[in-house]
């Protein structure tokens, strides 16, 4: 029988958030109902209600998040009632053309639930990138269950979802980060922090974060950044090529998702290095390179989405390093709130005082 829950809406462009009961179906053929039990706020949530993304109003809020599978719909075998997991916004087809080469993290057809939920009126409701997890209880895609090792805190493996598998998986699958590299990461906040921690745990030599703020650079250095420039004091350029013999860093991770930031990137790589840009643009950026320094520098120029992440194969990888203390999630963890806080949360978000306000449900 369907259930009656409580969910975080965006009912429309720029009106604030409200809590509504939601009707969540019973899973259909390879869907799941999870209970949840964390949810960060993302700047994607954020997005949302501000109509940036689309205007699919009422957007059911919530995407980075850990809980336990409730029930599962005819055909699912790969979670089972109880499993402890970690939602993720790309369930992969396995047979579209990138997933039959091999590369299911690149998955061009990935999927969500079929069944939608709603309001006690019938109005359906979009989930925030397929997911909703503001929310008691939601419905999703199996697929889009990764099962974890359940002693995590759902709090910080719930963090994994999104924007710490972004930066994180912007160094280590995307840059390719390996020992001995030097790597530059700017805009340190969740993303780019993630990036730092990631860089380090690849074994980069050197680590150097920027950003405006000198906060989020203290916790880039308690994080594993060797070095740290602050970019208003500082021509980050300049002061990334001192900090590598005159060279450049081997890869640079744009963390902040703007022309001005892509540019200081391009040109604080060495010769023949990358370039991660993990941060978000809006359509109206435009960005202009001299074509002979894109060609002359050589190297790669590389986009990641979701940290080019593998969620089968990625999460719980993370998360067994996060129980052996080898990846500080909980450093992510800025504050815990309940479902009548995400309005205020976005006021701290936008402000920079947060990493992640974590929903506790
Ligand atoms: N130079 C350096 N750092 C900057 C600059 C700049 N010009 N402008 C902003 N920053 C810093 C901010 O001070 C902040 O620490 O970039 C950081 C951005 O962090 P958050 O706002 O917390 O965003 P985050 O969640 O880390 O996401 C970063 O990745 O996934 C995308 O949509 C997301 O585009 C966003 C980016
Ligand atoms: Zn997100
Ligand atoms: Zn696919």
Known sequence: MAQRVRGVIAPGKGEPVRIETIVVPDPGPGEAVVRVQACGVCHTDLHYREGGINDEFPFLLGHEASGVVESVGEGVTEVAPGDF????WRAVCGQCRACRRGRPWYCFNTHNAR???TL???TELSPALGIGAFADKTLVAAGQ?????????PGAAGLLGCGVM???GAAI???GVTRGDSVAVIGCGGVGNAAVMGARLAGAAKVIAVDIDDNKLATARRLGATHTVNSRAQDPVEAIRELTDGNGADVVIEAVGRPETYKQA???RDLAGTVVLVGVPTPQMKLELPLLDVFGRGGALKSSWYGDCLPSRDFPMLIDLYLQGRL???AFVSETITLDGVEAAFDKMAKGEVLRSVVLL
């Open 166 to 168: 972004a930066g994180f």
């Open 328 to 330: 500080d999630l909980d």
């Open 120 to 122: 006690e009126d019938g």
């Open 266 to 268: 391009f040109y604080a």
């Open 145 to 153: 269950c990764t099962k974890v090792d359940p002693a995590a805190s």
């Open 85 to 88: 997991v970690i939602l993720n």
């Open 173 to 175: 699958n995307t840059g």
């Open 115 to 117: 069944q939608k939920m």
